[in-house]
């Protein structure tokens, strides 16, 4: 005889979410264990949940994880404090986006399931559609960076023929 268990349809129901969400099943570890740390008795809050993906990628982590207003946040934050206190606070910005930019893509995650409605799996859809991940913001990074050196050898090569 099969007994339903709602508690365990509901936990399945929200996994299938976050696959649906997330879209890289290599991810889904990190961002269920980051999900159990911010979600308790059905309230989400802060919670420290470290990726070395956003300390060395900063607002592009949070722009490829389709959180554009933190991302421009960060992006402004970190270009001030950079220019205010030159590599200590572009350090500090580096830490504080490593422990926070999970908490950005999971609470957008749950204001999109707590907000969207209609069958779990036009909830799935809708969170394909809304989640996942823009490839394009690697090649951007790729290019800034390639930029920068290019601008570095481009200055040093002006540097050593000044003289």
């Known amino acids: ?9 509901v936990e399945t129901n929200n996994q299938q979410l976050l696959e649906a969400y997330v879209q ?9 264990e980051g999900l159990n740390k911010m979600k308790h ?8 949940h470290w990726s070395w993906w956003a300390f060395f990628g900063g607002w592009a ?5 389709k959180a554009y207003i933190p991302a421009l946040v960060a992006f402004l934050v970190m ?6 206190i030159p590599v200590f606070g ?7 986006l490593g422990g926070s930019s999970a908490y ?15 069958t779990p799996e036009d909830k799935a859809r809708a969170m394909q559609s809304l989640g996942g991940y823009h490839t394009w913001v690697i090649w951007l990074m790729v290019g800034l960076i390639g930029l920068s ?13 000044s003289f």
């Open 1 to 9: 005889m099969e007994v339903n268990n709602p508690i365990a349809s």
């Open 24 to 32: 890289k099943p290599e991810k889904m570890r990190f961002y269920q």
């Open 41 to 48: 008795s059905g309230m989400f809050t802060f919670a420290w």
């Open 61 to 65: 982590f949070l722009l490829y994880r």
């Open 79 to 84: 270009s001030f404090a950079g220019s205010i």
């Open 90 to 96: 572009y350090l500090v910005g580096m830490i504080l």
């Open 104 to 118: 950005f893509v999971l609470k957008r995650f749950d204001e999109l399931e707590n907000t969207l409605s209609g």
């Open 149 to 161: 050196l290019l601008g570095f050898l481009m200055l040093g090569l002006f540097i050593t023929s």
